[in-house]
């Protein structure tokens, strides 16, 4: 399978793991890991970490690209990017705090793109799309000015690409919704509730482990298939729910020990979208390795998620009673 992770919004991920978050106080790290992040980097990193044939496709900020394309280099990523001038890469700092779990996640805002330069990476990613087995398109859109970047992007993609698969939120997720339904959906519970507008129940946000979430998730993923589109719905450390033409299913998480879940989202697409092939080959399931992946990312420190963490839970762990419904 030949993989391409398209990122519309490209940041520099920079986890740091401190002893405790202290306010007021400066506090040295025990560990760190700087990534080049936004989540569809993060998808073709935890893929590549699955053995899969992957080329992410960006936009990179002309101050932070050099750095941008060393993390890349340094992760066996074959990257493609277009340059937009005058722009500064985003920086996404994550603490988290090895005494509770607890993290603080942030973000710089998203930058604003001039037309001329989101045409160029629509078209690069357009191209590397004509090439692959399985698109996705992972991540928020930035700004830009005159143009509808996200349906732009989509149009292209889809017209070049046998298989695409999308995970975004707000406006560009209604747009694919409503404008592509020959794309696979994978969203969380909370962006899939925003979406339907409340139909599935009340917010037990995205990590909730009773059957509830479970129920909730399926229900959600059953109204945006509508029998037709593929949808992957995430419950957090629940599990996640699957509806297809063929039908839907619910499928439970191992219990780890969490401590930092931050892009588990990102680990469980990849491990979807890889299930069955190379050192993933024992696990064929997409669903079941989907949730493997998002719970080993959940039980690390640091968001790096190689094949045999995934295997090492996979022989730990059997498949999840269907929910309450």
């Not at 993060?42 to 690209?65: D, H």
């Not at 439970?252 to 990102?266: I, L, M």
Request: net charge negative; with cysteine.
């Amino acid at each position: 399978m030949r993989l391409v992770c398209v990122c519309p919004n490209p940041a520099i991920d920079h986890t740091v793991v401190v002893p405790a978050l202290v306010a007021g106080e400066t506090i040295r790290g025990v560990e760190s890991l700087t990534n080049a992040g936004g989540k569809g980097l993060n998808v073709a990193r935890f893929a590549r970490g699955f053995g899969a044939r992957v080329t992410p496709v960006t936009w990179l900020g002309s101050l932070g690209a050099d750095f941008m394309r060393a993390l890349a280099l340094r992760d066996d990523l074959d990257l493609r990017a277009c340059v937009a001038p005058s722009v500064t890469v985003r920086v996404c700092p994550v603490l988290a705090d090895a005494r509770d779990g607890s993290v603080l996640t942030t973000s710089d805002p998203p930058a604003t793109l001039d037309e001329a330069t989101w045409a160029d990476f629509v078209a690069l990613a357009a191209h590397a799309s004509a090439e692959a087995d399985v698109v996705c398109v992972a991540g928020s859109f930035p700004a830009v000015a005159g143009a509808d970047a996200a349906g732009a992007l989509l149009r292209a993609v889809a017209a070049a690409a046998p298989t695409v698969w999308v995970d975004t939120s707000g406006d560009a997720l209604a747009a694919v919704r409503d404008g592509f339904p020959a794309a696979g959906l994978k969203v969380n519970l909370a962006e899939a509730r925003a979406l339907l507008d409340g139909e599935v129940g009340s917010d037990d946000g995205d990590r909730g482990v009773d059957r509830r979430s479970g129920a909730r998730a399926l229900a959600a993923a059953e109204a945006l298939s509508g029998g037709v589109r593929r949808v992957v719905v995430t419950a957090g450390e629940a599990g996640a729910a699957e509806a297809t033409a063929a039908g839907s299913r619910w499928q439970a998480a191992p219990a780890v020990r969490a401590r930092n879940p931050t892009g588990s989202g990102d680990a469980f697409l990849a491990g979807y979208l890889c299930a069955g092939r190379g050192p993933l080959r024992s696990v064929a399931d997409p669903l079941l390795a989907g949730v493997l992946a998002g719970a080993a990312n959940a039980g690390s420190w640091v968001p790096v998620v190689p094949a045999g963490s995934l295997l090492d839970l996979a022989r730990e762990f059997g498949g999840g009673p269907e929910p309450g419904r």
